[in-house]
């Protein structure tokens, strides 16, 4: 009995290189060796704009390159064009089809102009992934007005801003889906304030967008503790808090951008055509760990049971 399993790499027309694993049930495609492996069918978006804020780097640009293998233009939108050029050459290498559009987020007219820019260009937005943002770490006693407001311009108005243009400009009358990419805030977020505010914000608005927006289809994906390049935007003596954060989680792991991403794809997909308003966590459990804390003082208690006795295990 000698091996019966074994790999080839095919090139099919004038796209990447493919795997092909034959076996004795028969000869199976899974992809190609240049381009991402998604569970996802390949086809799935042929023919579909999507829009990816933040698509030059981490989760955004896992997201692009998924949608991309899975047939879809996608029109990259960031601050920095350097870094919108390296997908869009990554995306392109991969045999997909990617655009860079520079904008920032939190300004309207900007939003405004690259929303009419991709529409012009491409004819359709049928999908938005509101994934661009970003927070720095600081204990709300320390937050500026200035430093507030611009976190939850990033993580809540720019957001709103990029909805309400694909919204209008296209969704409202061709239809379509927006996924909106929030954090793990829930029970607020301690040391990220003024992010856990933006990001409850996001998730109110893609409630009220779901209704009012509907049948365009709007949901949020809240990540928990994802191993991107967002984690290296964190100054250096955080380094042993992330470190140690595998240890803290029920997963016994950080999550990865792929697993967000899937998250992703499959909300714009026709599999989720009636999840609208929803929101799903990708975090591996960790909120629902309680959470360990330093006590820093004791908050005075009310007993006015005159017949109380304290429990012989703690007396
Ligand atoms: N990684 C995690 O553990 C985690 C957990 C929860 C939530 N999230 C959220 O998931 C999203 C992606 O995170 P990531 O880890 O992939 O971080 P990342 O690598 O820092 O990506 C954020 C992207 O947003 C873009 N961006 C920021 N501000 C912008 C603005 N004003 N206008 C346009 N683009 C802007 C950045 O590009 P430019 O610098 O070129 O503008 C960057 O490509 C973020 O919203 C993040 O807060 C991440």
Request: charged share 20%; with cysteine.
């Amino acid at each position: 009995m000698g091996a019966r399993w074994s790999a080839r790499r095919v090139r099919s027309g004038r796209g990447p290189r493919a795997v092909l694993i034959d076996s004795p049930r028969g000869t199976r495609r899974i992809g190609s060796v240049s381009s991402y492996q998604s569970v996802f069918r390949q086809s799935l978006f042929a023919g579909q704009t999507v829009v990816v804020t933040g698509g030059g780097s981490g989760i955004g640009r896992c997201t692009a390159h998924e949608l991309a293998s899975l047939g879809a233009h996608v029109a990259l939108v960031g601050r920095k064009p350097g870094k919108l050029e390296q997908v869009h050459q990554e995306i392109t290498a991969a045999g997909g089809v990617a655009k860079g559009y520079p904008c920032d987020i939190r300004e309207e007219d900007a939003v405004k102009k690259i929303v009419a820019a991709i529409l012009e260009d491409a004819g359709r937005i049928d999908a938005l992934v509101n994934n661009a943002g970003g927070q720095f770490p600081a204990p709300l006693e320390s937050i500026s007005q200035k430093g507030w407001e611009t976190v939850v311009r990033t993580n809540l108005t720019g957001g709103f801003l990029m909805a309400r243009e694909c919204y209008t400009q296209c969704m409202k009358a061709k239809g379509g889906a927006i996924v909106n990419i929030i954090a793990d805030m829930w029970q607020g977020m301690p040391g990220m304030g003024h992010s856990g505010a933006a990001r409850a914000g996001m998730l109110n608005f893609t409630e009220t967008a779901a209704f009012e927006w509907a049948p365009v289809r709007v949901n949020a994906v809240a990540p928990g503790w994802i191993a991107s390049s967002g984690m290296d935007h964190y100054p250096p003596e955080m380094a042993t808090h992330i470190r140690s954060l595998p240890r803290k989680s029920p997963a016994g792991r950080l999550g990865t951008e792929s697993e967000v991403s899937a998250a992703i794809v499959f909300l714009l997909s026709p599999a989720a055509g009636f999840i609208s308003g929803s929101c799903l966590r990708v975090d591996g459990a960790v909120p629902n760990a309680k959470r360990a804390f330093e006590p820093r003082g004791r908050t005075p208690a009310f007993d006015g049971f005159h017949l109380a006795s304290t429990p012989k295990v703690l007396s």
